[in-house]
């Protein structure tokens, strides 16, 4: 079974603080991505990356950095975490980007920013 | 671009009804995936289908069967003798072709479903 796994399932910080989510997958998948679910908005694409140190914006990635260092973790980064970025935020990896495969996802992070 | 519309935002049933959830999309590209996904309270998304555009026989799994009419753009979801524990949001999502990447999806804001006992 594909794994994909959260650092976090809650979080709470202050505005102006540094925040880093951590996602790992267990399935040598090439992509994975960062999404935010709010509501009556859906999941929104804030970065996705397709091999190690690479990634590509999505439709949201004002406030927002990522590294990938590894192939197996992405982390998203909120350089200076802002109250309008309170959210879901669920990270996802497939397996190839050649084809358009099925993408997995994690528990998801609740964050809460003061 | 690409869009995928799931009108009903909420839907109410009573356990043991049937339950049709909508999907529209819009799409350029010849070839595409169309995917339904499964978020409970606990928040995961799961996966519940893939659908290749090439496809348009429907399918069936169990209570759950989805019909998919390229003709008219869409893609439902139907649950039969629904039960309290289908109590989800569900979202419609279709694939799209970056320029890097192939594997990037569209949701749909998601359907509220919730089946009372």
């Known amino acids: 079974d594909v794994k994909v796994t959260q650092s976090s399932r809650y979080l709470v910080k202050r505005t102006g603080e540094k925040v880093f989510l951590e996602c790992v997958q267990d399935?040598?998948?090439?992509?994975m991505f960062w999404y935010r679910q709010d509501p009556g908005l859906g999941l929104r694409l804030i970065y996705f990356?397709?091999?190690?140190?690479?990634?590509e914006k999505g439709d949201i990635p004002e406030g927002y950095s990522v590294s990938r260092e590894k192939k197996e973790r992405f982390s998203l980064i909120l350089e200076s975490a802002s109250t309008n970025q309170t959210s879901m935020y669920l990270c996802?990896?497939?397996?190839?980007?050649?084809?358009?495969?099925?993408?997995?996802f994690g528990p998801g992070t609740r964050l809460l920013v003061l | 671009a690409q869009k995928v519309t799931q009108a009903q935002t909420e839907i109410s049933v009573v356990e043991k009804e049937d339950v049709t959830l909508d999907c529209v999309y819009e799409?350029?590209?010849?070839?595409?995936?169309l995917f339904w996904y499964k978020q409970p309270p606990s928040g995961e998304l799961v996966f519940l289908i893939r659908?290749?555009?090439?496809?348009?026989q429907n399918e069936i799994s169990g209570r759950y069967s989805w019909n998919f009419q390229k003709s008219t753009s869409s893609f439902n979801f139907t649950i039969t003798a629904s039960q309290v524990v289908d109590s989800a949001v569900y979202f419609c999502?279709?694939?799209?072709?970056?320029?890097?990447?192939?594997?990037?999806?569209?949701f749909g804001e998601g359907t509220q479903l919730t089946v009372n006992p």
């Open positions: 996802a990896s497939s397996f190839s980007r050649t084809t358009r495969e099925t993408q997995y």
């Open positions: 399935m040598d998948h090439e992509n």
């Open positions: 990356s397709y091999d190690v140190k690479m990634k």
């Open positions: 799409t350029r590209d010849t070839t595409y995936y």
């Open positions: 659908r290749n555009s090439f496809d348009e």
């Open positions: 999502a279709l694939s799209e072709i970056g320029k890097t990447s192939g594997s990037r999806l569209t």
